[in-house]
């Protein structure tokens, strides 16, 4: 965690000399075990060429490794285009799922995945290393595989959709050779199944993405307007200026009341709270848990307990919104995250039921844990 503060402040510090765009969180590289990772010093064009419901782009790779090349949309045929790395764990986690999918639709929909973003110090990843990851994988990545090519892929498919350079990302083509969503992998499976039977609005999901884009936009902003006042990390006495944060968030969701639970201002918001007023704290995390971002508020609290705990006092009411925020999590988590990430979560459950005073709980959670890491261990000695 402290390795994530810290390239969290470095963004910061970029961002107090560049404008800030959606893209902006690129520039660090954080893998979320449990939901994407986005992609270290990766500079993204900016300028979107295409929306969904446009004509899907042509797959340019460097070479297939796996299955049959796919060099056009057959009318009528459903696609599925994932992006992976060999070093995403979450995009290896997904990729069980995504088999079971192709071969649940097989003769329906076509699943290629293209391996992206593997350059590390101007060297791409060979061929035959490929080739050997994805042989390892066997029937867990049942389906076609390519390598990028860095010329093409990306920029006709990230950046030409002004998608962020986040992986796992998975596109899906209709009928029509048209791009109907763009998303993680985790909803797939409504996604396809709409699609499969004609329901999928395809015009409705591109006004909803306009309006994603626009408020992602502003809530990127939020960084560079109060890195100023966030104190220094490695400073236990150094809690910055909180109320001037607040200040700054307060005035931005004045202009755009949207913004109030947007993943970015929650973090800030629930931050400068909880060294303020840990009561309102509580009170905003809840409202954060139950708005339209829950899914990232969830995260975003408890990344924010982790680090402040280091600072502060931190009240049992806060423990206990911490140890919701995990159930939360864990409740809307992808079926295929990996054991020990699981359980991971409900021993820190444990803990924080335990310091918020609900030992019944911690006992429950702490069980829950052991109970994975035997199955795991279990998993590991087959």
Known sequence: MKLKIQLLLLLCTISLTVIAQKDTSTAFHNVQKDS??????????????????DLAPQLRVRGWIKGTPVTDYEKGKVYVVEFWATWCAPCIASMPHLSALARKYNGKVTFSAIDVFETHESKTISMERLKAFVDGMGRKMDFNIAAEDTNFTVRDWFDAYNFEHVIPTTFVVDGQGQVAWIGHPIH??????????????????????????????????????????????????????PDSTLMVINEMVKQEPKLKYTPWMVHYTFTALLRTDPHKAYEFGKQAMASSYGWYANGRIIDAIRDDMRKLSTPKEIYLLGAECHQAKIDRSPPYLPIGDMAKQYHEMAEWYRRGGDKLKAIAAEKKAIKLWEKELKNSSN
Do not use: M
């Not at 994407?36 to 979107?48: C, E, G, N, P, Y």
């Open 188 to 241: 797939l499976d409504t996604v396809l199944e709409k699609v499969l039977n004609n329901t999928w609005d395809v015009k409705g999901a591109s006004v909803r993405r306009t309006n994603d884009d626009y408020l992602n936009s502003l809530d990127t902003t939020v960084i560079s307007k109060v890195c100023r006042y966030q104190g220094k990390y490695s400073d236990l006495n150094d809690l910055g200026f």
């Open 36 to 53: 994407s990772a986005k992609v270290d010093s990766i500079k993204k064009d900016t300028s979107a060429t295409r929306k969904l419901g």
